[in-house]
């Protein structure tokens, strides 16, 4: 039997008219002009952008120390996504802001609602199914986005470009951004439990040459220390971890695509791969996310998702 799921959604409507967006041609263009080109469409993207659903599908896949694959999940869902329309971030912090967004206190608020898993090539019942992602590969896709190409934001960053590059048959300029000074920040997650990181935020950015949107963004790997982690009750994400202090370190990548919305596009995010890195450098556990059938809705709008037969 097919489950169907119905979510009734309230969605601000986005403006009728869209704005023509910042273009590169063929002529010579500047750093700061490549900047304030992707500015002006990151800020369309987030005055637009209020309320969001699209289907999700997440492969988890994690490994032993020896690198054999021992677990292997498929999940399916109907994802919503609620972003805010201000990004900019106090005093530079940016790593404390991502991490804030990891438990959905920060600038953007997401749900999920489970259509389907499989554990292992097993179906699982999704009454008894219970998934939550792990601290450090949960977070919207628009997070690091938003930051970076907020222009509030452009005092935090060295902007650097690397050149002209040939992305799926079209020219992309790559730009570096580095964090100016360390970020350094604890999170409280428990009764003497606590994350630290000392880190200056770095990403590269790819751009349309032409439209001057954002079309992949990667997030160097980002170390973080969790403290006093030993003894019961500990978070099971760090129970691969054995020590006191623990270190983990995590890299995301994010691609975006033009998306038609009614009678406009917007930029919206297709894919996010997040991993996670042992001590030793050997890769523990990835998520790989796709996103489609993105759709805004009016007030009284309904949608339904069959989910794959039981």
């Not at 898993?117 to 998934?131: P, S």
């Amino acid at each position: 039997m097919m489950k169907q799921t119905c979510l009734k959604i309230c969605f601000l409507l986005i403006p009728a008219m869209c704005a023509v967006p910042a273009t590169a041609g063929d002529a010579d263009i500047s750093l700061p002009e490549i900047l304030q080109a992707v500015q002006k469409n990151t800020d369309f993207l987030k005055e637009n952008i209020i309320d969001l659903i699209s289907t999700e599908e997440i492969a988890i896949e994690e490994f032993n120390e020896k690198g054999k694959r021992t677990r292997a999940a498929n999940i399916i869902s109907e994802y919503r996504i609620f972003p805010e329309k201000t990004s900019s971030i106090s005093d530079c912090r940016v790593v404390s802001e991502i991490v804030e967004t990891f438990s959905l206190a920060g600038m953007l608020l997401e749900e999920r609602e489970l259509l389907s898993a499989k554990e292992n090539d097993r179906t699982q019942r999704i009454d008894r199914y219970n998934f939550k992602e792990p601290i450090w590969a949960s977070g919207s896709s628009y997070v690091d986005l938003f930051i970076l190409f907020d222009k509030q934001n452009e005092k935090c960053f060295e902007y650097k470009l690397n050149g002209v590059e040939s992305n799926n048959g079209r020219d992309v300029y790559v730009i570096n951004v580095e964090q100016k000074e360390p970020d350094i920040g604890i999170k409280q997650t428990g009764e003497n439990k606590n994350l630290s990181w000392k880190i200056k935020y770095g990403s590269s950015v790819w751009i349309d040459a032409d439209t001057m949107e954002v079309v992949r963004l990667t997030r160097d790997r980002i170390d973080l220390f969790y403290n006093n982690v030993s003894g019961p009750g500990k978070p099971s994400i760090f129970n691969i971890f054995p020590h006191v202090t623990a270190r983990y370190v995590f890299s995301a990548q994010y691609e975006y695509e033009k998306v038609r919305i009614r009678d406009y596009f917007l930029t919206l995010p297709v894919a996010k791969t997040v991993e996670l890195f042992r001590p030793d450098g050997k890769l523990d556990t990835s998520y790989k996310y796709r996103y489609g059938s993105h759709k805004a809705f009016t007030a009284d709008t309904n949608i339904s998702f069959g989910a794959p037969e039981q």
